[in-house]
């Protein structure tokens, strides 16, 4: 996959010219922008010399995805919810800190409360910001704020997850994490 059609419309560059600069077909060129074929690592040298720019910029970029998640706290344990299965084996039944995407608009801990109360149907009280974490996945980039949250209750509905958990700090790391929560898990535990 590449980025040739989105690199030579900002360069205001028509697939002809650059077709015409490469001694290739404008077929060659037009199925490489389209991404009904990919240019060889030679060509691919050959279009960024040519349009004058580093080859990773050809390269296609990774979706990035911003959300927040919630570290409820209940006296001394912590809430662990696990994910259900998903297209993406490497998050599939993981544990995670809850939470989601964040929705054009919101603030953050809007986003966490709205999150929190799809999720789980609990309002704990947000109170501040931990750790913001940011994970290359194979598939996109995640970054995550995570939150200090406090609850009076084990009251909640799992509407999205699996299975949940309240552990101890020193529990935590038997789980087996998502990536991208085990920095969090890895802070909570050293800062105790």
């Known amino acids: 996959m590449n980025r040739l059609k989105e ?12 077709a015409d600069q490469m001694d ?31 080859a990773s910029e050809l390269l296609v970029k ?32 993981k544990f995670e800190f809850p939470g989601g995407k964040i929705e054009k608009g919101e603030t953050k801990k809007d986003a966490l409360k709205r999150e929190l109360f799809e999720e789980l149907n609990i309002s704990p009280k947000i109170k501040s910001l931990f750790i913001t974490v940011t994970h290359q996945y194979p598939d996109f980039e995640l970054t995550m704020h995570s939150f200090i949250c406090e609850t009076q209750s ?23 994490w998502a990536a991208a929560d085990i920095p969090i898990v890895n802070k909570l535990v050293i800062n105790g």
């Open 154 to 176: 084990k009251d909640l509905i799992l509407n999205e997850h699996i299975s949940l958990k309240w552990l101890t700090l020193k529990e935590l790391k038997k789980l087996d």
């Open 7 to 18: 690199v030579l419309k900002n360069k205001g560059i028509s697939q002809t010219w650059l």
């Open 62 to 93: 990774k979706k990035k995805v911003e959300v927040v998640a919630g570290i409820i706290c209940l006296k001394d344990e912590i809430l662990c919810v696990q994910r259900p299965q998903n297209k993406y084996n490497y998050i599939s039944e």
């Open 24 to 54: 290739k077909s404008y077929t060659s060129i037009n199925e490489y922008a389209r991404n009904k074929r990919q240019p060889s690592l030679e060509d691919l040298y050959k279009i960024a010399d040519v349009l004058n720019i580093d």
